[in-house]
């Protein structure tokens, strides 16, 4: 019979990869280090397989095609983040029987067999397996473009991935990327909501996931916390179990968290859970979705582009050589013409001004526009740096 052998949770912050100057380096040195020990608890519990449950950053999955739920069912798992490329085997048994069964079980299940993941995936695949002979299996779950799977709907999920276990030979290790606290491409980034994340780390040392699961998918987002869903698709899966804290970390606009929970441990060392109410947690806005709403399909035009300049350098470089042309070759409306042009003004720091970006004003997911602008901002480095190097008359 097969059988949850662990289960935790981890931060997958894109600055663990790139370092840049404004963070502190001790703080990721910590976080990598807690990270590291989640490895070490895979080798202590031996899993056969690690179900990998993570989200997206409009990476993968673009407005053309956004499943809310969905199984990487190919022979290998592709991550590609900061320039290093993962590819590790996927358990295709366990991965189809998680296709077909949750299928049968009500889930309408998106799969591909081919789909390169982001940093979500990539930190995991890092610092946690690191080199480990342990196949994957990569689960996606929508939490930045609505609607989104509740809670609720997360739990069930993992409920029935635990029934599916149960019903197999293998020993799971369940691992959940992303949270806590961050607002990125927002106004509010540089004001995490580090007393929610607190809140909910006292919770989960106590096993009161229900004070979690029972929080709507506008109250986490008013308190940056959307990326939390995969870790609810954990807690169905693995039940009350408490958490064990291997290090919190509040940057300048993250709440970077690592826990475990290793199922049963405390009551194998007679350290029954501990009874506690959830004390109450105070909502400020009721008025729905503020920071990760559902673009209006009136920017369409404008998300893509800037999905697309992500991923093409030559129009990256067009960008820069020809913006009225690349707006005309979009379609963007005058107000867009105008927005897209401050992509290339580096004195507009959308991280610390504590007011939307001009992008997101005109209907821009404030997340795109953040990958977009680290990607686009390199690239006029780069294109500064081969000016510089060009012999005198070439440019």
Known sequence: MGKIVAAMATVHAPQLFTRPPTEIPEQLDADIAAMRELGKSLDETRPDVAIVLGSDHLET????????????????????????????????????????GLVRAGFDMAYSQDAVLGHSFAAVYEWVIEGRKIPVIPIFINTYLPPL?????????????????????????????GGMSHYPGTWKYPQPAFDFDYWA????????????????????????????????????????????LLTYQPTWHHGHAVMRFIPNKREEAGLPLESKTPPEYKWQNTGG???????????????????????????????????????????????????????????????????????????????????????????????????????????
């Open 289 to 395: 979705y503020e920071f990760y709403k559902h673009p209006s399909p009136s920017a369409y035009k404008l998300n893509k582009l800037l999905y697309d300049l992500r991923h093409k350098q030559p129009l990256r470089r067009k960008l820069y050589a020809d913006t009225p042309g690349v707006a005309a070759d979009y379609g963007l409306n005058p107000e867009e013409s105008v927005a897209i042009e401050t992509l290339k003004d580096e004195s507009i720091d959308m991280l610390r001004s504590l007011k939307s970006h001009p992008l997101v004003e005109v209907g821009a997911h404030p997340l795109g526009v953040l990958m977009s602008l680290v990607v686009v901002q390199a690239e006029a480095r780069r294109l500064r740096s081969e000016a510089t190097a060009a012999p005198a008359g070439q440019v």
């Open 61 to 100: 999955f673009f407005l053309s095609s956004v499943p809310t739920f969905a199984v990487i069912a190919g022979e290998t798992s592709k991550a590609d983040f900061a320039g290093r490329e993962y590819e590790l085997p996927i358990h295709l048994p366990l991965a189809e029987a998680l296709l077909d």
């Open 149 to 177: 799977p509740g809670a609720r709907r997360c739990e069930a999920l993992g409920k029935a991935i635990a029934k599916i276990v149960e019903s197999r030979p293998e020993r799971v290790a369940i691992i959940a990327s």
């Open 201 to 244: 780390i006292e919770q989960m040392e106590h096993g009161n996931h229900e004070a979690l699961l029972d929080l709507t998918n506008e109250q986490l987002d008013e308190v940056g916390n959307t990326e939390m869903l995969p870790w609810m698709v954990m807690f169905g899966a693995i039940g009350k179990q408490a958490g064990e």
